[in-house]
């Protein structure tokens, strides 16, 4: 991952270094127990533009038209499959097409990339860029009217979002774009390009599942390895202080971390304000096989029993219940009380209700520590992540922790956080 942070320290070098040019090179290196993707590069200097904004890669509101982008973002849908399957079977993907990009382990620096090859393939993609992404970067709206915050049960999880999958493969065509327009020294064209991609990824992470965010987070990387091509070439303008203007962090993942950090109760309504909920012994038992059922749809649970027919399914649910009760149950109702709760009060729950009070609060705890690593710098987050770890390796069903789990909800949902603090 190439940090903007990064782009604008390099920026910061524009004015200062004069040298002759050549390509941009990757590199990993060692740094502590992260590993850096290090560019090698070098720059010439050129003066600042005037006015200072000429280049953005952040459009001026007062420069878009009202109206939704998602409509026309559908529509480039439509006809991105055949496009691409059209400009794959003219160009080899895996010796050509893959590299032109700019990206992967052995990326075509710009000096030689074939041009014609890539007019030609950017020609069979410019209809799509030209009839639907062209006009969708000039409207000011972007609403995908998902409804995702009305979601529950294993719909949270099941929900399919292929539509946002397909945006890397728009991210690398608008790609290849510019840099043939860095090639052909049509800095503008290649500016205007990179601001359009930078904005899909943007518009990408609007959903709020973290899935999305990543996706975003990908195709901001896609169009980062783009401008810093753009610097490495000889006369390209000083791109400082269109570098300052991006957001930082160009990808926000926060929200996303809030909304699936509430996808426990989303799931599971079972454990949702379990503590202040009425129901009959008989109703916290039924809910609790169903939360055990809906577990084993989501593939949690799915080596504890068959996956036969929906009666077999609750067959199996009840056993499961029953087995997890017996291991779980006193060891919930000795925390509660040992956590405050009246021991009368207690004693008298459903043996559902317990397990469920007892469930939310561990959730909510590994919950909230998952979300305070977003609020501390990278590197103190790394330290808290691995903390973290080494809690939930106590904390599995059937561990030794004290704050050890009785449904499997925090191993389920939680680990997978940590991919995206590192991505960000």
């Known amino acids: 991952m190439i940090r903007h942070s990064q782009l604008f320290c390099l920026a910061l070098t524009l004015g200062i270094t004069s040298t002759v040019r050549a390509d941009v090179t990757y590199g990993k290196a060692k740094e502590g127990d992260t590993d850096i993707e290090v560019v090698r590069m070098t720059v010439t200097p050129a003066a600042e533009p005037v006015p200072a904004l000429r280049y953005r890669l952040v459009p001026r509101d007062f420069d878009l038209k009202a109206g939704n982008r998602v409509i026309y973002y559908y529509r480039a ?7 691409m399957k059209a400009i794959r079977a003219k160009f080899d993907e895996e010796k050509e097409l893959g590299h032109w990009y700019g990206t992967g382990d052995e990326p075509t620096p710009i000096s030689k990339l074939p041009l014609d090859k890539v007019r030609k393939a950017n020609a069979m993609f410019e209809p799509l860029y030209r009839g639907y992404l062209q006009p969708a970067f000039e409207l000011s709206g972007c609403d995908w009217e998902l409804g995702v915050e009305r979601l529950r049960g294993p719909d949270v999880i099941s929900f399919l979002l292929p539509e946002f999958q397909n945006s890397r493969e728009i991210a690398r065509m608008l790609s290849l774009r510019t840099r043939l327009a860095i ?70 993942l926060r929200l996303s971390v809030r909304f699936e ?164």
């Open 261 to 424: 950090m509430d996808f426990g109760p989303r799931m599971f309504p079972f454990i949702h304000n379990a503590e202040t909920t009425d129901h009959s012994p008989q109703e916290w038992d039924r809910l609790f096989v169903q939360t055990i059922q809906d577990l084993h749809t989501v593939g949690s649970t799915r080596t504890l029993f068959s996956d036969g027919n929906i009666t077999e399914q609750r067959v199996g649910a009840g056993i499961t219940a029953t087995a997890i009760a017996l291991a779980g149950y006193p060891h919930a109702k000795e925390w509660l009380i040992a956590n405050g709760m009246d021991r009368e009060r207690v004693e008298k729950m459903a043996v559902g209700q317990v397990i469920a009070i007892y469930t939310e609060r561990i959730y909510r705890r590994f919950a909230d520590d998952w979300e305070a690593v977003w609020q501390v710098p990278f590197p103190q987050a790394m330290d808290l992540m691995r903390r973290l770890n080494q809690k939930l390796d106590t904390a599995r069903p059937f561990g030794s922790g004290e704050d050890r789990e009785v449904l499997p909800l925090v191993s389920l949902l939680l680990p997978a956080l940590e991919a995206g603090r590192s991505a960000q």
């Open 183 to 252: 090639a052909e020294h049509r800095y503008a064209d290649a500016v205007e390009t990179m601001q359009q991609n930078y904005r899909l990824g943007s518009d990408v992470a609007r959903v709020p599942f973290l899935v999305c965010g990543l996706i975003g987070i990908a195709v901001d990387s896609i169009t980062n390895h783009a401008l810093l091509d753009l610097i490495a070439n000889p006369d390209s303008p000083n791109m400082y202080w269109a570098i300052g203007e991006l957001p930082q962090p160009p990808i926000d």
């Open 77 to 83: 849908e439509l006809e991105l499959d055949s496009t």
